[in-house]
Nanobody, 123 residues
Framework: QVQLVESGGGLVQSGDSLRLICDASGRTISRYNMGWFRQAPEMEREFVASISWSGGATYYADSVKGRFTISRDSAKNTVYLQMNSLKPEDTAVYYC????????????????WGQGTQVTVSS
């Protein structure tokens, strides 16, 4: 079992930056693909970014490419999402997920999920 806890969300202005943190416990996530997803009210959960277990491969949704960066620190059992140039359209609850071997760009590809952290970007 893996427990995931997200933090780092908040209310920011358009153009600002945030760094989301996903802390894992229970067991190491060093062999899991990891992903970030987000969900706005009345919208489906959408893919944001993912990183392979080794950290050697990353994937991004077109909407965040060039602005967001996913990374991981195996020693800390932690995954990060650096978000720059935030836009109001980025407003959503952001979720960390572990185990994306089936399909790392879809929620159904992941087994473990955190509770989410709210990111609100005002204009």
């Amino acid at each position: 079992q893996v427990q995931l806890v997200e933090s780092g969300g908040g209310l920011v202005q358009s153009g600002d930056s945030l760094r989301l943190i996903c802390d894992a416990s229970g067991r190491t996530i060093s062999r899991y693909n990891m992903g970030w997803f987000r969900q706005a009210p009345e919208m489906e959960r959408e893919f944001v970014a993912s990183i392979s277990w080794s950290g050697g491969a990353t994937y991004y949704a077109d909407s965040v490419k060039g602005r967001f960066t996913i990374s991981r620190d195996s020693a800390k059992n932690t995954v990060y999402l650096q978000m720059n140039s935030l836009k109001p359209e980025d407003t959503a609850v952001y979720y960390c997920a572990a185990d994306g071997y089936r399909d790392n760009t879809q929620p159904s590809g992941y087994t473990y999920w955190g509770q989410g952290t709210q990111v609100t970007v005002s204009s």
